[in-house]
């Protein structure tokens, strides 16, 4: 068991794999509790004693913030709030998702910005670490005033409303509520506008991509390099000097891999009849790695916003103000999630040519990869697969940012739709993961042809590892099984034992 304990110092993509990789359990710092504490405190004495109205506290919200609210229903509009905003529809989020939502509203309220009480916070917590997750709708979300509607959602099991995940099944969070010995809580003021504004739905969404996407990077090369020692390629396209004359790291660092995967291959070092190969294979340095530097880009955009506070209006104790502003705006998640869609769909493009390639019947490859052609298609209809979600991919990859609708009577005149952009990511993201499982099903077939020659150690510990679970195709089969096998193998293989070391004197070996 881990235990993450939330506190002021920056979390990072390499804290999230650990909180999202293992079993975990949350707990607040004492420094976490006393900002949380402190700020309820002076929002309190505020409210008492300030005459002037401050928004979504004293006031309705959006173009209903002139509004003024007595003090005996300030506790009653913030639940009203959270019961009229969970209007979403569609697919339930996935609940690998929805954990991360929790985890990131808790860590968002934790620095003491927002006004929460302490009790609400550990509710959270409480949620996270019994598993006991909210039903959240992927449909509804502006990503403008935040996430308002999918927030409300996993808002409403701490008033013991709403639906919830408990042992495997859905359930009214009343029951659950009742299976647990819990009492529901009851909002103060502020306390569902701090839930409900803010990007956690946007964000969490991003931060589950890019930590499978990390890996998927990872993959690309090593099936990348595999159909290329299988097409029988060249390896100078990846000469380091090559690439160092264009200074583009995410390049630089791709023909470094290809070469440290290939190192050792009988295939790649024999005398080539062909002085070029097609772009898809020599290019492969100048496409994955424009998708690596925009994926790290990418990466920094939420990491910063994983450790910031995105509801309204902000509150600062020390300086003695309570600022209304747009932090709960989506802009730079939204840009981003549509940058990472394509680059996420160039990993896939390029991979299909190259299947395209390998099924050709060129450089002494049979016809569709199979030892019979004719009596049998062998692999030509994987690569009409391939193509088909390539082509989805691309109409996912038109930008959902570049879009505005006005909402709230004008008050919300310019909206994000992060939210859209996060839902289609996740679906291109998942088509990568389909699209590389075709291109490795291709490739393995392809270097069986290429015997008794040897491709690198690294490579021939994947086909070893790969055999195990998925055979080579001497005659027709059934596709669609052997291409789910092969998706089974990268989701649950780790691409940590395919990375590669560097002794004393330099030599390059493969993992144990």
């Given at each position: 068991?881990?235990?993450?304990?939330?506190k002021?110092?920056?979390?990072?993509?390499?804290?999230?794999?650990?909180?999202?990789?293992?079993?975990?359990?949350?707990?607040?710092?004492?420094?976490?509790?006393?900002?949380?504490?402190?700020?309820?405190?002076?929002?309190?004495?505020?409210?008492?004693?300030?005459?002037?109205?401050?928004?979504?506290?004293?006031?309705?919200?959006?173009?209903?913030?002139?509004?003024?609210?007595?003090?005996?229903?300030?506790?009653?509009?913030?639940k009203?709030?959270?019961?009229?905003?969970?209007?979403g529809?569609?697919?339930?989020?996935?609940?690998?998702?929805?954990?991360?939502?929790?985890?990131?509203?808790?860590?968002?309220?934790?620095?003491?910005?927002?006004?929460?009480?302490?009790?609400?916070?550990?509710?959270?917590?409480?949620?996270?670490?019994?598993d006991?997750?909210?039903?959240?709708?992927?449909?509804?979300?502006?990503?403008?005033s935040?996430?308002?509607?999918?927030?409300?959602?996993?808002?409403?099991?701490?008033?013991?409303?709403?639906?919830?995940?408990?042992?495997?099944?859905?359930?009214?969070?009343?029951?659950?509520?009742k299976?647990?010995?819990?009492?529901?809580?009851?909002?103060?003021s502020?306390?569902?506008?701090?839930?409900?504004?803010?990007?956690?739905?946007?964000?969490?969404?991003?931060?589950?991509?890019?930590?499978?996407?990390?890996?998927?990077?990872?993959?690309?090369?090593?099936?990348?390099?595999?159909?290329?020692?299988?097409?029988?390629?060249?390896?100078?396209?990846?000469?380091?000097?090559?690439?160092?004359?264009?200074?583009?790291?995410?390049?630089?660092?791709?023909?470094?891999?290809?070469?440290?995967?290939?190192?050792?291959?009988?295939?790649?070092?024999?005398?080539?009849?062909?002085?070029?190969?097609?772009?898809?294979?020599?290019?492969?340095?100048?496409?994955?790695?424009?998708?690596?530097?925009?994926?790290?880009?990418?990466?920094?955009?939420f990491?910063?916003?994983?450790?910031?506070?995105?509801d309204?209006?902000?509150?600062?104790?020390?300086?003695?103000r309570?600022?209304?502003?747009?932090?709960?705006?989506?802009?730079?998640?939204?840009?981003?999630?549509?940058f990472?869609?394509?680059?996420?769909?160039?990993?896939?493009?390029?991979?299909?040519?190259?299947?395209?390639?390998?099924?050709?019947?060129?450089?002494?490859?049979?016809?569709?990869?199979?030892?019979?052609?004719?009596?049998?298609?062998?692999?030509?209809?994987?690569?009409?697969?391939?193509?088909?979600?390539?082509?989805?991919?691309?109409?996912?990859?038109?930008?959902?940012?570049?879009?505005?609708?006005?909402?709230?009577?004008?008050?919300?005149?310019?909206?994000?739709?992060?939210?859209?952009?996060?839902?289609?990511?996740?679906?291109?993201m998942?088509?990568?993961?389909?699209?590389?499982?075709?291109?490795?099903?291709?490739?393995?077939?392809?270097?069986?042809?290429?015997?008794?020659?040897?491709?690198?150690?690294?490579?021939?510990?994947?086909?070893?590892?790969?055999?195990?679970?998925?055979?080579?195709?001497?005659?027709?089969?059934?596709?669609?099984?052997?291409?789910?096998?092969?998706?089974?193998?990268?989701?649950?293989?780790?691409?940590?034992?395919y990375?590669?070391?560097?002794?004393?004197?330099?030599?390059?070996?493969?993992?144990?």
């Amino acid at each position: 068991m881990y235990q993450h304990i939330i506190k002021t110092q920056r979390i990072t993509f390499e804290d999230l794999k650990k909180i999202f990789t293992q079993k975990t359990k949350l707990a607040l710092s004492s420094e976490s509790r006393h900002s949380i504490v402190q700020c309820r405190e002076y929002l309190d004495q505020k409210i008492s004693s300030q005459t002037e109205p401050i928004y979504g506290v004293t006031t309705g919200f959006g173009s209903l913030c002139n509004h003024s609210i007595s003090s005996a229903d300030l506790g009653q509009l913030q639940k009203n709030l959270v019961m009229s905003h969970a209007c979403g529809v569609g697919e339930r989020v996935p609940d690998e998702i929805v954990k991360i939502m929790l985890f990131l509203k808790i860590q968002s309220l934790s620095y003491g910005h927002s006004g929460i009480q302490l009790a609400t916070v550990e509710r959270l917590i409480d949620f996270f670490n019994n598993d006991l997750l909210p039903v959240v709708y992927s449909q509804g979300s502006l990503g403008a005033s935040g996430d308002l509607a999918p927030l409300a959602h996993m808002s409403l099991p701490l008033l013991g409303l709403g639906e919830v995940l408990l042992d495997g099944k859905v359930v009214a969070a009343a029951d659950a509520y009742k299976e647990l010995g819990w009492e529901p809580l009851e909002l103060v003021s502020k306390e569902g506008l701090a839930l409900l504004n803010g990007t956690q739905f946007m964000g969490a969404y991003g931060v589950f991509i890019l930590l499978r996407t990390f890996e998927l990077t990872q993959w690309a090369d090593l099936i990348g390099a595999l159909s290329l020692d299988a097409f029988d390629g060249r390896i100078e396209p990846f000469f380091d000097e090559v690439h160092r004359v264009r200074h583009h790291s995410g390049q630089i660092q791709t023909a470094e891999n290809i070469c440290q995967i290939l190192s050792g291959s009988e295939l790649i070092n024999r005398n080539k009849t062909h002085v070029q190969d097609p772009y898809s294979f020599r290019c492969i340095p100048q496409v994955h790695g424009a998708s690596k530097d925009a994926i790290n880009y990418i990466a920094s955009v939420f990491e910063n916003e994983v450790n910031a506070v995105t509801d309204n209006p902000t509150i600062f104790p020390k300086l003695d103000r309570i600022i209304s502003a747009g932090n709960f705006h989506g802009q730079p998640l939204a840009l981003s999630l549509d940058f990472l869609a394509i680059a996420l769909a160039e990993l896939g493009n390029i991979s299909e040519r190259r299947v395209y390639r390998l099924i050709s019947g060129e450089r002494k490859l049979p016809s569709f990869l199979i030892a019979n052609p004719g009596l049998n298609s062998g692999f030509m209809i994987p690569q009409y697969t391939a193509a088909s979600i390539v082509s989805q991919n691309k109409q996912y990859c038109t930008p959902a940012s570049i879009d505005s609708i006005e909402s709230s009577q004008g008050q919300e005149d310019h909206v994000s739709m992060g939210a859209n952009g996060a839902v289609k990511a996740l679906k291109v993201m998942q088509n990568l993961e389909k699209l590389l499982a075709i291109e490795l099903l291709n490739a393995t077939q392809a270097v069986e042809f290429r015997r008794p020659f040897k491709t690198s150690p690294i490579l021939e510990k994947l086909l070893a590892n790969f055999r195990q679970k998925v055979d080579f195709i001497s005659d027709d089969t059934i596709m669609y099984l052997e291409i789910e096998k092969v998706l089974q193998f990268l989701q649950n293989e780790n691409i940590d034992a395919y990375k590669i070391e560097t002794d004393e004197d330099g030599k390059l070996s493969v993992k144990n």
